[in-house]
């Protein structure tokens, strides 16, 4: 079972960037799957989930984000756009496979790890 993130990198503000979370061992349209981020020195937050065809944004992502899913892929994407230097971070993916809650890290099952997003000038 794993979960493989990709497509982080550097970007100007105001730009957008796609990042990617594979799933390998199982299949991912059976789980709740969320993005979180942690930058430097701040907690691990919340900002999207997709759970079915049943999204959810946190307020700070919400308009910017789109989060959606290839089942044939088996993967999920976040489609980051407006980005700001306050948005720079490390981005994880994680499953939920029973009870969860979108923003709660603990209540998810897997994750990734991890792909840095750096937003600058």
């Known amino acids: 079972v794993q979960l493989v993130e990709s497509g982080g990198g550097l970007v100007q503000p105001g730009g957008s960037l796609r990042v990617s979370c594979a799933a390998s061992?199982?299949?991912?349209?059976?789980?709740?799957v969320g993005w979180f981020r942690q930058g430097p020195g701040m907690a691990r937050e919340g900002l999207s989930c997709?759970?079915?065809?049943?999204?959810y944004y946190a307020d700070s992502v919400k308009g910017r984000f789109t989060i959606s899913r290839d089942n044939a892929k088996n993967t999920v994407y976040l489609q980051m756009n407006s980005l700001k230097p306050e948005d720079t971070a490390v981005y994880y993916c994680?499953?939920?496979?029973?009870?969860?809650?979108?923003?709660?890290?603990?209540?998810?099952?897997?994750w990734g790890q991890g792909t840095q997003v750096t937003v600058s000038s």
């Open positions: 994680a499953a939920a496979g029973g009870t969860f809650y979108p923003a709660e890290s603990h209540t998810y099952d897997y």
């Open positions: 997709i759970v079915n065809n049943t999204t």
């Open positions: 061992g199982f299949t991912l349209d059976d789980y709740a």
